[in-house]
Nanobody
Framework: VQLQASGGGLVQAGGSLRLSCAAT????????MGWHRQVAGAQREFVAA???????NYADSVKGRFTISRDNTRKMMFLQMSSLKPDDTAIYYC?????????WGQGTQVTVSS
């Protein structure tokens, strides 16, 4: 299974970005897909996750600003990010959890300027 994240970029504070993650090489759709982020020198932190049934979970820091969604047919996941803050600057990684194994994508850089 390979995950390809895209959609990162440079945006001003208050702006929006939409990240995408495509899972290829899998027959079944992941049980849980999620986003984490990491800044240099810090641990990777949880951002949001969504189950195959559509149940979502968000970090407190992004609640009300980020929306996670997925398309099980296309094995894709999205993260709509709004009201972005400089603190959201990080490399964003997508993940796919099949229960017996978890896969990570290569990451996409999000930079929010003040």
């Amino acid at each position: 299974v390979q995950l390809q994240a895209s959609g990162g970029g440079l945006v001003q504070a208050g702006g929006s970005l939409r990240l995408s993650c495509a899972a290829t090489g899998a027959i079944f759709s992941p049980v849980v897909m999620g986003w984490h982020r990491q800044v240099a020198g810090a641990q990777r932190e949880f951002v949001a996750a969504i189950t195959s049934a559509g149940r979502t979970n968000y970090a407190d820091s992004v609640k009300g600003r980020f929306t996670i969604s997925r398309d099980n047919t296309r094995k894709m996941m999205f993260l709509q990010m709004s009201s972005l803050k400089p603190d959201d600057t990080a490399i964003y990684y997508c993940s796919a959890d099949y229960g017996h194994e978890k896969y990570w994508g290569q990451g996409t850089q999000v930079t929010v300027s003040s």
